[in-house]
């Protein structure tokens, strides 16, 4: 596995608390992505990163902000979790070939977050 | 944006049968395709990727295809084992000009029995 971690693993919260994910890559890698996994709908894009202090919006961003301060560190922040936003998410790395711009994204090991 | 469609959404077979999964996508200008495989409570984990300037390529048991002109790329197993059983994820990107972004299908959970 690509060196990625994830923190906290699971969490359960409650509905109206900030929540933060932290996705922690050793790989050097310029792009960062942020995913939740639903039952029914497979991985969706939250929000990504393609260097530091540059972030854009996926498909379901709304309630979720990110913040990249340095390479290897990719935040996710629920300001005010909802039962919603209950969902396994996971982080994904990824450094674009320069001939083509694809790209293979390498999965961390996932987040459980639980919010009551 | 890029919408992928996968069919079918639970597929059983017998051991050391033949296992397709098919997907469809909507832009043209997606070029890459990867096939992701996901276990119980793991991460997704790449196992065989295709760009679209290649009709096919294989992998030991594992086989993808892709037709341009119809939009749409298989996942071929042959020789299934116990161990495939999995949920498989294919996906398309398409690059927006600042990051390439993965737009997944729903997922195949592959059941092979003994």
């Known amino acids: 596995d690509a060196g990625i971690t994830q923190s906290p693993r699971h969490k359960v919260t409650e509905t109206g608390t900030p929540v933060t994910l932290r996705c922690h890559q050793t790989e050097n890698h310029r792009y960062m992505y942020w995913y939740r996994q639903d039952p029914g709908h497979g991985l969706r894009l939250i929000h990504y990163s393609y260097g530091v202090k540059d972030t854009d919006k996926g498909e379901v961003s709304d309630g979720y902000s990110v913040s990249r301060s340095k390479t290897e560190d990719f935040l996710l922040t629920l300001e005010s979790a909802t039962s919603s936003q209950t969902s396994v998410y996971f982080c994904?790395?990824?450094?674009?070939?320069?001939?083509?711009?694809?790209?293979?994204?390498?999965f961390g090991p996932g987040t459980r977050l639980t919010v009551l | 944006g890029e919408n992928v469609e996968q069919h079918p959404s639970t597929l059983s077979v017998q051991e050391g049968d033949s296992a397709v999964i098919k997907c469809t996508y909507s832009?043209?200008?997606?070029?890459?395709f990867p096939w992701y495989k996901q276990e119980l409570g793991k991460r997704p984990q790449l196992i065989i990727d295709i760009r679209s300037n290649v009709g096919e390529k294989k992998d030991q048991r594992i086989a993808v295809t892709l037709n341009k002109t119809a939009k749409h790329f298989s996942l071929h197993i042959t020789e299934t084992q116990p161990e495939d059983s999995a949920v498989y994820f294919c996906?398309?990107?398409?690059?927006?000009?600042?990051?390439?972004?993965?737009?997944f299908g729903t997922g195949t959970r592959l059941q092979v029995t003994l």
């Open positions: 996906a398309a990107t398409f690059y927006t000009g600042t990051a390439s972004k993965l737009t």
């Open positions: 832009d043209s200008a997606s070029n890459y």
């Open positions: 994904a790395i990824s450094d674009p070939l320069p001939s083509d711009g694809t790209d293979t994204q390498y």
